[in-house]
DNA sequence: TGCGCCTGTCAAATATTTTGAGCACCCCAG
DNA sequence: CTGGGGTGCTCAAAATATTTGACAGGCGCA
């Protein structure tokens, strides 16, 4: 038996929070104080790392097993939620430029996202609050609404403000990014198949 | 190198979290589906359970991976802590009866209770909540104060119920039980050391 | 083109974990 | 006391993970 979880990708989930930080497999694992190849082998999911192993290779990442599994946290069972169901993944979110966006932006997940292979966010963007220019990965298509505030989002080389009532749909792996443009907060309902997280 | 985690002590851990569910190595481990002798290694800390082992005898358990190492998660850093601070520990804390408790039972840490080797709780029990009888084997000494409401507690054969302003010390091996026996909410604050969980 | 540097992957040797059986101990009923 | 059933721990073999160094592809630049 190759003990791989089937539930929880680990190395998916390695491997987003890695490009999130910005880190090659070698940079990570000097890091981290492991072998470079080990990065490669878990993240491709051939082998079930060590708690130990797990928690090094977290720690290049400064990440605790905490935030590493917090996806996995049971989700309310739905298919109604209300307002203290959702998921706070704000921590695990890897907005790029984070030193200074601590707090600024908040994201709220509806349900178990793995699950209904749908991920849908309620998304809060303080005064100011921008996650840079995401080049993140997921093979996945995302789409949003605006409900308050104005969202300037930029999808390759389109770029567009987006007021309360006006909307978005792009495929995820166009580097994109979102600014809040309004001088108060910016609130979006999104969403995102497969999840990202 | 016999990769051992020092921060966080997962054998430890496992067993205080076996121990709360009333099940023997042999109980857990069929329950499971792992060796028993698996489960004597990981709590003495003689291995580093790869993520799926752990998994699995989390499953055993009803436990998440996050659950697990939730106590892990970065705590503030202090010496001072807002209302906003604590950490609730409230699912992680393993009320015997827990069946009918929930939501009635909570729990917030101060501080790292792990770091300063001192575990403080703000708890606040709703009206009829009760531990059930605590028989957990945590080799601390325990105390607490009562700020509010009326709490009834049984240390070994001794009972008393505590009013605001009055309070109670004693070895956690003793057998121990806490019941709200006001008709409002009781709040106590209490510490423990080393720290349970 | 060819050099240097980066990326991620692979394979073989080594170290660790996992496995299943067996051991010693304790408690209780016969 | 003796057998049955419980507890947790130990051991050696088998399976897995980790480590190391080599490899192939991409990119920029002379």
Do not use: W
């Not at 790392?49 to 739905?78: H, Q």
């Not at 849908?120 to 996650?131: I, K, N, P, R, S």
């Not at 104005?150 to 987006?162: K, S």
């Amino acid at each position: 038996m190759t003990g791989i979880a089937p539930e929880f990708d680990i190395g998916a989930r390695l491997l987003a929070m890695r490009r999130a930080a910005r880190l090659s497999q070698r940079q990570l694992a000097e890091r981290a104080g492991v072998p470079h190849a080990q990065i490669s082998v878990i993240e491709t999911n051939r082998s079930s790392p060590s708690i130990s192993t797990l928690r090094k290779i977290l720690t290049g990442l400064n990440l605790t097993m905490a935030d590493f599994f917090d996806g996995e946290r049971a989700a309310p069972e739905g298919p109604f939620f209300g307002r203290d169901d959702l998921i706070d993944l704000t921590s695990k979110v890897p907005v790029s430029g984070a030193q200074d966006m601590e707090g600024r932006i908040t994201f709220r997940q509806i349900g178990d996202a793995r699950r209904n292979n749908l991920q849908m966010l309620h998304e809060v963007y303080e005064a100011g609050a921008d996650t840079g220019e995401t080049r993140l990965e997921h093979f996945s298509n995302e789409g949003g609404y605006v409900i308050e505030g104005a969202l300037e989002v930029t999808v390759g080389e389109d770029v567009r403000v987006l007021c309360p009532g006006e909307s978005y749909l792009f495929d995820s792996r166009i580097p994109h990014r979102f600014r809040n443009v309004h001088d108060g907060r910016t609130v979006v309902v999104s969403a995102c198949t497969p999840p990202y997280l």
